[in-house]
Structure formats: C-alpha cells, structure tokens
C-alpha cells in the first residue's frame, strides 16, 4: 500500500506518449503524396473530352476523317517528284501513282495518275495532298476510272503555294471500298 502515491505524476508522462502516436498518425505526408493522383485524374478527364470532341468531328465529317482499313508503309526509296512510284499493302496489292509534270510545282496544273496492282475495284479513287508537318488545308481530288483499262485512274490536281521555303507533302491515293478506305502515301519535299 506504499505504491498508490505513484501513479499521480503516470498521467503526465502517459500524455507525453500519446502525443507521439497521434503525430506518426498525422496524414500530412501522405496527402501530400496523393496529390499525383489527383493530378492524373484530371488529366486523364481532360483527355476524355478531347477524345469526345475529337468523335464528334470525325462523325460529322465521315468524307473528312474516312475510316482508313490499310495504310501501306511510306517507301523512301523512290522519289515521287522524279518518277513514277508505288505502295504495297501488307495484305496484298499495291497502288502506283505518278504526278506530271516532275518536280510537282506549286500552283501548276497537275496530271495525276493511279494504276491498281491486284486489287478489287473500288467504289471510289482520290488523290489528297496533306502537309506532314503543316495543316495546308482540304486539297483532295476524285480520279477517273479510265475508258481503256479498268485498273487505271486519272485526275487534275493543284498544290498549294506555302509560305515556308520548304514543305514536306504527303500524297496519299484513297481507295474507297465497302470494309474501308486503303491509303497508299507518298512523301515528298517541294521548295519555292
Ligand atoms: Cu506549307
């Protein structure tokens, strides 16, 4: 009955460790650390809505954005402003296309030509110039299935002037077909 006399200075000290759990306890530090995902999430909400976005204008202008089925790989071996060039689609057939005069200048009337290799005929052929680096706007033309051979088509096309001294194009033949659009694109350079 000597010990009761002690316990009177315990709750001090008792108050004393319990402060030290409740500030190992403090979230502080890993709030901090959640703030990323917070970050991530709206990041990841901002995408949605331009994915929406972008949806919606790739519905509204089907002609525009057509679903492309096949693209075939650029060849960088053959020059399109100095010869006739052709594209093959991995899953078979390919496209030739030739632009004249050679040179393909700027604001010049151009003689477009496509022969289909192997491929079933399409509902519709076109020609379209797009810039790869640069938005040079809508320069597409419709080609004609040719009288003589059905595989070949023909159109008139114009490039655009651009401001920089040196532009690089993509010419892509578009074949229009019930599962889809295939692409065949050609790169070139023109320089004023
Ligand atoms: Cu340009």
């Known amino acids: 009955m000597s010990q009761p006399a002690d316990p009177k200075p315990d709750p001090v000290s ?30 990841a ?28 790989p650029l060849s ?23 632009i004249l005069p050679r040179g393909i200048p700027a604001a010049h009337p151009l003689a477009v030509e496509v022969r289909l290799i192997d491929l079933p005929v399409p509902e519709r052929v076109e020609l379209d110039f797009a810039g790869v680096d640069m938005d040079m706007g809508y320069n597409r033309v419709g080609l004609t299935p040719s009288q003589d051979a059905p595989e070949l088509y023909t159109g008139n096309a114009m490039l655009p002037v651009c401001v920089r001294e040196r532009m690089t194009w993509e010419a892509r033949v578009l074949l229009h077909l019930p599962k889809g659009t295939m692409a065949a694109p050609f790169r070139f350079e023109t320089t004023r």
């Not at 960088?76 to 496209?95: E, K, Q, S």
């Open 45 to 72: 909400a901002a995408a949605l809505a331009a994915a929406v976005s972008g949806v919606a204008v790739y519905k509204a202008w089907p002609g525009l954005f057509p679903r492309i089925a096949e693209r075939a």
């Open 76 to 98: 960088p071996a053959c020059d399109i402003t100095t010869a006739a060039c052709a594209a093959r689609f991995a899953g078979g057939g390919g496209v030739q296309l030739d």
């Open 14 to 43: 008792h108050e004393h460790t319990d402060v030290l759990p409740r500030r190992r306890r403090d979230p502080a530090p890993g709030r901090r650390r959640a703030d990323p995902r917070v970050a991530l999430l709206w990041v």
